[in-house]
């Protein structure tokens, strides 16, 4: 977006470029053809492996196996074929139940909290997976987010806390790559491109590359005789009903 709306310019054939993010610092390369970014990589900030193989007791689903690891949120990854998914498209409603159920419950049962940032804590996104298919193979999985839906992409620090699992159990080392492929078949390709200590456990610094489109623009406007042009906040702003449709 910063480089195909002019606000940042475009150099090709890459342009890089360096933005804070909520998880820190993050280096993006962009590839430019004739004025297009056609592909990012960034480089995300060290990723862990906070618990292999925790057990959460989940409503309908009962003891469920969870591998827990931060990618720039904390994610509780389960493989979903063990519990008798197929991880395709048709699943999506019952996947987003078995994704908020394990999101709420690993919540409650599991303290996690970031080791240099304590305001990054408790498990934010649940990742429903296929087992690994291999270094370069593509690998079905579903994140789902808050209140219970899946992400359009396989997400960036979904990928980048799933290398970080298969990272401690041996199944992926400096140099390798992964592709992760999402519901409705968006993919983004994860590198493992070094490995560095954090707070005394082995960190990875991943690499994620993906495509993106803009889909739209929305302008705000303050108006000098508005007196509340920063807005307003009451604690019934996010509705009392939980529903997101009258």
């Not at 009962?62 to 699943?91: C, H, K, N, P, Q």
């Not at 492929?181 to 991943?206: K, N």
């Amino acid at each position: 977006m910063l480089l195909e709306t002019g606000i940042l310019p475009v150099t090709e054939p890459q342009t890089v470029v360096t933005m804070d993010t909520p998880a820190g610092p993050v280096r993006a390369v962009a590839t430019c053809k004739d004025g297009r970014c056609e592909r990012v990589e960034f480089s995300n900030v060290p990723c862990f492996a906070e618990r292999l193989d925790a057990v959460i007791e989940v409503e309908g689903f009962g003891s469920v196996r969870a591998d827990i690891a931060y990618g720039g949120m904390f994610y509780a990854i389960v493989d979903a074929t063990a519990l008798g998914f197929s991880v395709v498209a048709d699943e999506a409603r019952d996947l987003a139940v078995l994704g908020e159920r394990v999101r709420l419950a690993a919540r409650e049962q599991l303290r996690v909290v970031h080791p240099d940032n304590p305001g990054i804590a408790g498990v934010s996104i649940v990742q429903l997976a296929a087992p690994f298919a291999g270094v370069g193979e593509v690998t079905r999985n579903t994140c789902i987010v808050a209140p219970g839906r899946s992400d359009r992409s396989p997400t960036g620090t979904g990928t980048c806390a799933r290398m970080a699992v298969l990272h401690a159990r041996g199944q992926m080392r400096v140099g390798d790559t992964m592709v992760h492929e999402s519901l409705i078949g968006s993919r983004f390709t994860g590198r493992i491109t070094g490995e560095t200590m954090l707070a005394g456990r082995t960190a990875i610094i991943p690499t994620i590359s993906g495509r993106a489109w803009i889909t739209g623009m929305f302008n705000y406007f303050i108006d000098p005789a508005d007196p509340w042009p920063e807005g307003f906040a009451l604690n019934d702003m996010l509705g009392v009903t939980g529903k997101l449709t009258q």
